[in-house]
């Protein structure tokens, strides 16, 4: 099956899950007080799932793999600040592991799927060969369009 969108790919699923979870955990009445960390939080988590979908949606996987790198950098980000937000007591240990877990699984994800492109042959949508029609059909196409009988009009000719 060939995804169309980027909302049918696995990765982009579960970075949208990721994203929600950590909406969900800056909500907390402690973590919310630092207005600056939730905001950088989020944002980071956010911009994984929005570069899987911008690398995905421009067609060539060269830039599809740019921007997985940067969605990659962006969830080592979110680990970063997840320490913060247990070194500052904002979060248990019990939910930074298993924030930590997810963050990790979605990199291992994102460098599966780096790998995974780095193999292809093929360069992506925007590179894929255009079928040129035949002059007669772009004639025969641009005739019906405008309501010309091609046949009809060669047997009138003929008279």
């Given at each position: 099956?060939m995804v169309r969108y980027f909302e049918e790919l696995?990765?982009?699923?579960?970075?949208?899950?990721?994203?929600?979870?950590?909406?969900?955990?800056?909500?907390?009445?402690?973590?919310?007080?630092?207005?600056?960390?939730?905001?950088?939080?989020?944002?980071?988590?956010?911009?994984?799932?929005?570069?899987?979908?911008?690398?995905?949606?421009?067609?060539?996987?060269?830039?599809?793999?740019?921007?997985?790198?940067?969605?990659?950098?962006?969830?080592?980000?979110?680990?970063?600040?997840?320490?913060?937000?247990?070194?500052?007591?904002?979060?248990?240990?019990?939910?930074?592991?298993?924030?930590?877990?997810?963050?990790?699984?979605?990199?291992?994800?994102?460098?599966?799927?780096?790998?995974?492109?780095?193999?292809?042959?093929?360069?992506?949508?925007?590179?894929?060969?255009?079928?040129?029609?035949?002059?007669?059909?772009?004639?025969?196409?641009?005739?019906?369009?405008?309501g010309i009988d091609i046949a009809r009009k060669a047997q009138d000719d003929s008279k």
């Amino acid at each position: 099956m060939m995804v169309r969108y980027f909302e049918e790919l696995d990765i982009w699923k579960e970075a949208r899950l990721f994203t929600k979870k950590i909406y969900e955990i800056t909500k907390n009445s402690s973590f919310s007080k630092d207005y600056g960390l939730v905001d950088q939080i989020r944002r980071a988590s956010v911009s994984v799932m929005s570069n899987i979908a911008e690398g995905f949606e421009r067609g060539s996987n060269q830039e599809f793999l740019q921007f997985l790198y940067i969605a990659k950098g962006s969830c080592g980000e979110v680990r970063t600040q997840l320490y913060v937000a247990l070194d500052q007591g904002y979060i248990d240990k019990k939910d930074f592991d298993e924030l930590l877990s997810s963050a990790k699984k979605l990199s291992i994800m994102i460098s599966n799927l780096i790998s995974h492109i780095k193999g292809s042959r093929f360069k992506g949508e925007k590179f894929k060969p255009v079928k040129h029609k035949s002059m007669k059909e772009e004639i025969e196409e641009i005739a019906k369009n405008l309501g010309i009988d091609i046949a009809r009009k060669a047997q009138d000719d003929s008279k």
